[in-house]
């Protein structure tokens, strides 16, 4: 679980995660940056291909969510969901899966608390299946991340 350690980029976004978090040390995968307005440029002279979306945010603003990765290496998606009276995440094989909050608040596995942009990332040994209640605020809104993997691919925290 990242909170507090998002770090902000040249494109004056926030990188939430990427693969590698060091380009130096080895090929680059993919990373997720936020956009703090909806309308910030969009960021597509980055290399790789886009797959972007609009994360509304408690002061009723909306953050643009925008992944790029490395077409012969992963695919992505995203889909921002209202966490209601919650959902289950299900995680493939060869998937990394990225869960960002956009609005209120959301429990994951009933104990680990997600504010506002707190992101949380399972790969690898990670959990397969889980579960996102609400927080304090049943209006809470989330973006879940899936990176698939046309073969191995991670993320080094």
């Not at 994360?55 to 992505?76: K, N, Q, W, Y």
Request: hydrophobic letters at 40%; a negative charge.
């Amino acid at each position: 679980m990242r909170a507090g350690s998002h770090r902000e980029v040249a494109d004056g976004a926030l990188e939430v995660a990427a693969s590698p978090d060091t380009p130096r040390r080895e090929r680059w995968q993919w990373d997720i940056r936020v956009f703090e307005a909806a309308t910030a440029p969009n960021g597509s002279q980055r290399q790789g291909v886009p797959v972007s979306a609009n994360l509304g945010r408690g002061d009723g603003s909306a953050s643009r969510i925008e992944v790029h990765a490395d077409a012969a290496l992963v695919r992505p998606e995203i889909q921002v969901r209202s966490v209601g009276t919650g959902f289950d995440v299900e995680r493939e094989l060869q998937e990394v899966v990225a869960v960002i909050v956009g609005s209120g608040s959301a429990l994951a596995e009933g104990r680990h608390r997600l504010r506002e942009l707190d992101a949380l990332i399972l790969e690898g040994d990670d959990p397969y299946f889980l579960r996102i209640e609400p927080g304090s605020d049943i209006d809470a809104t989330v973006a879940v991340i899936r990176l698939k993997g046309t073969g191995s691919i991670g993320w080094v925290p």
